[in-house]
């Protein structure tokens, strides 16, 4: 079982930066990939980013976003550059022992956190 908890979401002019963090719990972290999805209102749940072995990103946030992980803090994060007001939604982390962009390959899932960029 693993329990997230995402952080730092909030209201940010376009061209701003936010760092989301999501915590997890659990001993087996490291084992996990991470995947970071957004959802904005009435449209499905997207992938943005991903990490296991190697990092992977959305084409709508390449060069912008950087996920990272540190798994003696359990905690993975999106740091958000360039913000653009497209990038408005909720941002979700999930967790599953195998990497994939699709959502519904993810068992575990946090709460989300909602970001909102103005113009």
């Known amino acids: 079982q693993v329990q997230l908890v995402e952080s730092g979401g909030g209201l940010v002019q376009a061209g701003g930066s936010l760092r989301l963090s999501c915590a997890a719990s659990?001993?087996?972290?490291?084992?996990?990939?991470m995947g970071w999805f957004r959802q904005a209102p009435g449209k499905d749940r997207d992938f943005v980013a991903g990490?296991?072995?190697?990092?992977y990103y959305a084409d709508s946030v390449k060069g912008r976003f950087t996920i990272s992980r540190d798994n003696a803090k359990n905690t993975v994060y999106l740091q958000m550059n360039s913000l653009k007001p497209e990038d408005t939604a909720v941002y979700y982390c999930?967790?599953?022992?195998?990497?994939?962009?699709?959502?519904?390959?993810?068992?575990?899932w946090g709460q989300g956190t909602q970001v909102t960029v103005s113009s």
């Open positions: 990490i296991s072995w190697n990092t």
């Open positions: 659990g001993r087996t972290f490291s084992t996990y990939a």
């Open positions: 999930a967790a599953d022992r195998r990497w994939s962009r699709q959502p519904t390959e993810y068992l575990y």
